[in-house]
């Protein structure tokens, strides 16, 4: 392994000035949610409160149609009360922004190069200065509470290259590859992420260190990691890391990742989760120092078991698993400022609220709970934090969470909303096949009228262990949808999480069982209702949820009018040999097709859509991205090519500049007008 790190010059000054994406000047033609107004939206995010407890930074990212592309920039608001300030008004995004102190501010910024790099600048936005100048750029950043070291986050080489084998053939673009992994999620695996551990005097970065120099392995891991990966100790001794030390082949097939605590004088490095086989990630050091919390999943090759709350008492050894008798998934936590106590949002009962649990009893109780899911965690001081919230109406804005009491910061998108008349989100309770009651969201139309007669679209969730929440998208937004006339119906079937591990834990192993019947029992039990025109019924969903469509196409007898899928698996058997986390296949799917005495693969691949193609009958859109390496652009041609070669109506997008999601601006209004020119072509065929 060689670095590919080189620290230069730093260089001070403001940026550039250019044009800058900045808040539309949105007025509402028509009264309605429309793509125009989801397009217009500011996006809140990445709240930091001081370490004084007095202001909230915070960014807000606007998109521009005209320019493909998106800005972020940042706002500081004192959290006693008064207007926020806009500290950085630039052509490109200011990320990962974080305080220094109470009066400096450290982001991530492109340089001439367009390479990101570390800067800081006054809390006011003054005196911005480059202080990294990392060859490579910088993926995240992370700095000590002395603040005189910093983690920084950089790539090293990890593939060969045509002209590593043959020096006399530069111009060879050839791949040679022997082993697995060699892609990932959208990318080819030439590159991987390594923690480099710098000096800091407040103006320079200097004397990076790669403390995993010659390990082939990540950290953070891909593809999602970041700056939570890490964790330094009060004293600023030592730092943990998140690394699945394993690669290839192995990597493939594994999801047991570790902490690793690495000792700043003695350069040694322990391994503090040796024997917990399964996902060990987000450390958090007490504040204190003397306990390391983080979330660990049990089992080895289960991407999707529960995350449970562990604390390592670092004196004396001994872990132990706060949620032991807590019987739900956690998606994030932080500790209480005390130190007695930690705050944690996890999915329950249809919504993400946000709990407190004792470290030492380990009781649990519901801070903060309403029809809208919690999506950050910010202390402020022991009573008090920063936190954001969406709903299916509403995307994030920041609060101030006072014990109890919740206090808006924010209201970038008020002007917006203020214009619109909104859908109505409804919770139902539908009787299974099984005998359960499956939580189903329903959301109506504006100025819904039981008294018409309306088109319906099941909503299919992705993941497939991923809640159907009070969430908020920018894409598949039932909102949106429920705005163009639409009654969405969004059933949390088997698999989703918020319901207990057994209900989540059904749907593996499991892909064209009981959650296909939890699916059709929310359409039939909708379809009792005198509005719903059971003519113009439509369904569609991205990943699992392009399985699930592609699987309700040959199985749905005569429910649906009309399909969209997105991403989705129409073949498991390809699928088991195209996708990269082997993991995954393995446990969802139970193995292999070739494995002959493996009943549950044996299965799962039996009941594969594509073998339901001659019982396809109804029109179908698909759209997938030729960047998605998790499931390739060719699973959407061949559902595509089947359909036609039956004769059904079918239409196909790809994107060749796209992964699994649909991210560029244009990309996505394209997308939402097709969703939309589709729907309406086969649901309001009165209205073509």
Known sequence: MCSL???AACSKGEPQQADIIDRPDYKSSTGIFDIDALEALGRVGGAAVSPDGSKVLYGISYESLEENASNRDLYVKPIAGGDSTRITRTPKSESSAVWIDEAHI?????????KQQIWVMNADGSAR???SDVETGVNGFLFSPDLKKVVVIGNVKYSRDAADIYPDLPKATGRVIDDLMYKHWDEWVTEIPHPFIGDFDGNRI???QDIMADEPYESPMKPFGGAESFAWSPDSKKLVYTSRKKTGMEYSLSTNSDLYLYDLDSKQTTNLTEGMMGY???????PDGTQLAWLSMERDEYEADKNRLFVLDLASGQKRDLTANWDYTIEQFAWNPNGRSLWFIAYYQGTAPIFSIDAQSCEVATVAEGMYDFSSLAPVNETTLVTSHHSMLRPDELFLLAGTDLTPLTDVNGYIFAQLDMPRVEKRMVPTTDGKQMLTWIVYPPKFDPTKKYPSILYCQGGPQSAVSQFWSYRWNLALMASNGYIMIAPNRRGVPGFGTEWEEQISKDYPGQNMRDYLSAADDMRKEPYIDTARMGATGASYGGFSIYWLAGNHNGRFAALLAHAGIFNTEAQYLETEEMWFAN???GGAFWEKDNKVAQRTHSMSPHRFVDKWDTPIMISHGE????ILASQGM?????AKLRGIPAEMVIFPDENHWILKPQNAVMWQRLFFRWFDRWLKPSEQ
């Open 106 to 114: 450290a982001f991530m910024y492109p340089d001439d190069n367009g």
């Open 280 to 286: 060990d990630t987000n450390p958090a050091f007490s």
């Open 627 to 630: 960047f998605d390496y998790r």
């Open 5 to 7: 790190i080189a620290l």
């Open 638 to 642: 061949m559902a595509f090519n089947a």
């Open 129 to 131: 200065t480059k202080v």
């Open 587 to 589: 446990w969802d799917m």
């Open 206 to 208: 200097d004397n990076l």
